[in-house]
């Protein structure tokens, strides 16, 4: 069977990144700093992200294209011992239902970012009323925007690997960066930024003592970097072998956590920006107010500031957002149902919708629950199942696969890899290092 492959390196960089980039980084990150300790969340972040999350990113990437195949499939490969197939078969299983968790409580946020960028539009042609159904927390608009995010990427999805995601990979990342450089310069010049800045930047380490703030962290980062749920082992399994795939992965990784950190260098100062304007960030006890939505009620006032001209960032902001958001959802999706495709042999077509709907059923159950169900889901996925299943995936790629094996596909498209900086460390990186320190961390917050 034809399994598709992104056409050009820049394609598949944008494709990865794309998949990558998403409300992981522009509302996830910056919430966590904010109710994580600030600067010191952020430090904790970026050690984690390099030392912990590019190795096990690594492993996905580098088995994915050795496998050419889904995580169900490809772990099982690795060996010939048919206890460790069993078990290497239940950890893509395990995978495949993290994936659709996570892309059930994804597609709410992302219709949030929708709505916003409905609003301004209806404002600006005097609807006031309906913009303000749009920005309000309801189930009705949850329900629908929810839908509507569900159905576009069911619809890319459909159109396949290269026509579907690497098409609009490619256009709509570095419009974005753009668009967040440009807030970040305005931003500054406003009252209250800098003391915002002092907090994002300027760590307390006393709080890396703290084991949920180690957790969170860790959590974030493989959430950020698609990892555990044999999402970025898709990727891999498309990728052209004559890619230098070590050089790929750490461009991945430094885009993905490089725009986060830019992010939060928007949100946090603008948190302080926005209560210089009177928006209430904190309750009386210093304690972050309404932190799944914060990025909602800070960005807007922000843009308020602007005057008519922020009618159209906003708008811009949204959109782009929703569209980020586009290009991570369409990479948990393409996980299921590549699944499907390969085992059950569905058409791509059926198998999206089919999918897609049973998700989007997921999701209307967490809007019904939201309160008991949103967070809950969201920390057991994100801080546990991703962590622990790419715990796995390490130990798979380190100790279950011959040696020789992964030095001679990292050596497709890098010749002289084995006598590279990379094939030194990353060995013992995914035998030892990322597995005693994942689990080390769990012990300890346990
Ligand atoms: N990394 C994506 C983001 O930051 C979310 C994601 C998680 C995508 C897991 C795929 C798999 O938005």
């Not at 302080?272 to 009386?284: L, M, N, R, S, T």
Request: proline residues 3%; charged residues 10%.
């Amino acid at each position: 069977m034809n399994r598709g492959q992104f056409s050009s390196k820049f394609g598949f960089i944008m494709a990865a990144t794309g998949a990558a980039v998403g409300l992981g980084n522009i509302w996830g990150f910056p919430t966590q700093v904010a109710s994580n300790g600030g600067a010191a969340f952020v430090f904790a972040y970026l050690v984690l992200a390099f030392f912990l999350a590019y190795p096990a990113l690594m492993a996905e990437l580098i088995v994915g294209r050795y496998a050419r195949a889904n995580a169900v499939k490809a772990l099982p490969m690795l060996t010939d011992s048919p206890a460790l197939k069993l078990g290497g078969k239940l950890v893509g299983i395990a995978g495949l239902i993290t994936v659709a968790v996570i892309l059930s409580f994804y597609a709410i946020v992302a219709g949030w970012m929708f709505a916003y960028a409905l609003a301004p539009l209806l404002k600006l042609v005097g609807l006031e009323q309906y913009a303000h159904w749009l920005t309000d927390f309801g189930v009705v608009r949850n329900l629908i925007f929810t839908s509507l995010f569900m159905i576009a990427t069911i619809l890319i999805i459909c159109g396949g690997v290269s026509a579907g995601i690497e098409r609009w990979s490619k256009r709509l990342m570095p419009t974005l960066v753009l668009i967040l450089l440009l807030l970040i310069g305005y931003m500054l010049t406003l009252p209250g930024a800098m003391e915002g800045l002092k907090v994002y930047l300027v760590p307390d380490f006393s709080l890396l003592l703290d084991s949920s703030l180690l957790v969170s962290a860790l959590g974030q980062a493989f959430f950020s970097l698609s990892l555990g749920v044999g999402c970025m082992l898709i990727y891999g399994s498309y990728m052209s072998s004559d890619e230098n795939i070590v050089r790929v992965g750490a461009w991945v990784t430094l885009i993905d956590v490089g725009l986060a950190f830019v992010a939060g260098l928007l949100i946090i100062p603008a948190m302080y920006v926005a209560q210089h304007y009177g928006v209430e960030i904190f309750d009386k006890s210093g304690v972050l107010l309404k932190e799944d939505t914060l990025i909602f009620t800070v960005l807007p006032s922000l843009f308020e500031q602007m005057g008519e001209i922020g009618v159209f960032v906003g708008m811009a902001f949204f959109l782009l957002m929703s569209l980020a958001a586009l290009t991570s959802s369409i990479s948990l999706l393409e996980v299921p149902v590549s699944y499907v495709i390969e085992s059950e042999k569905l058409d791509r077509n059926k198998a999206s919708w089919l999918i897609g709907s049973a998700i989007t059923g997921l999701s209307f159950i967490l809007i019904f629950n939201f309160d008991q169900l949103f967070g809950l889901v969201i920390a057991i996925t994100t801080r546990y199942s991703q962590p622990l299943l790419g715990l796995f995936f390490c130990l798979y790629a380190g100790w279950v696969w011959q040696r020789n094996k992964a030095l001679s596909e990292i050596k497709k498209g890098n010749e002289h890899a084995e006598y590279g900086i990379f094939w030194k460390i990353w060995p013992v990186y995914v035998r030892f290092v990322c597995p005693v320190f994942i689990l080390a961390m769990f012990f300890h917050a346990l």
